[in-house]
């Protein structure tokens, strides 16, 4: 059967969990190989950034995103604490200015409330893209976008 799905959301919350491969940025007590620690810095940087909302009273996205890296290689966006204000066909993007100019797109907004990861494909420039975007599609609106920056 084809269920139709309402362009709107209905208040949803998700929270899922940090995925359980990613790394952690302190190990304690380890001592790396300086070629490896070299790697990992290159690979294994955080970013880090806090939404800030539109503020037209309509459309609005808090709380922050984070990219982490995973022990294979790979990245999470993951949004905590995130709350946009309900709205149609929201969509996450990583892009290069708040008009989503250029962007990659990460799919749809899972719910707008809650915590969520969001997979990076390979091959993204994070210093390129390093902004967040919630993004409707259908208007072209802004929701509200974060600042990332490297820890």
């Not at 009273?57 to 966006?77: F, N, T």
């Not at 990076?120 to 976008?145: A, P």
């Amino acid at each position: 059967g084809v269920f139709a799905i309402s362009p709107y959301f209905t208040n949803t919350t998700v929270d899922e969990a940090l995925p359980s491969t990613a790394v952690q940025s302190m190990m304690e007590g380890e001592v790396m190989m300086e070629e490896k620690a070299m790697m990992e810095e290159k690979a294994m940087k955080t970013y880090i950034g806090t939404f800030v909302g539109v503020g037209d009273g309509i459309h609005d996205a808090q709380g922050a995103a984070k990219i982490i890296p995973l022990e294979d290689g790979s990245k999470v966006l993951r949004l905590e604490d995130f709350k946009a204000t309900n709205g149609p066909d929201l969509y996450v993007y990583l892009a290069t200015d708040n008009k989503a100019s250029d962007f990659v797109s990460l799919g749809e907004l899972k719910a707008n409330k809650g915590n969520q990861n969001y997979e990076i494909s390979d091959g993204i420039n994070l210093e390129k893209y390093n902004k967040v975007l919630i993004w409707c599609k259908t208007f072209g609106v802004l929701f509200g976008n974060a600042d990332l920056s490297s820890q």
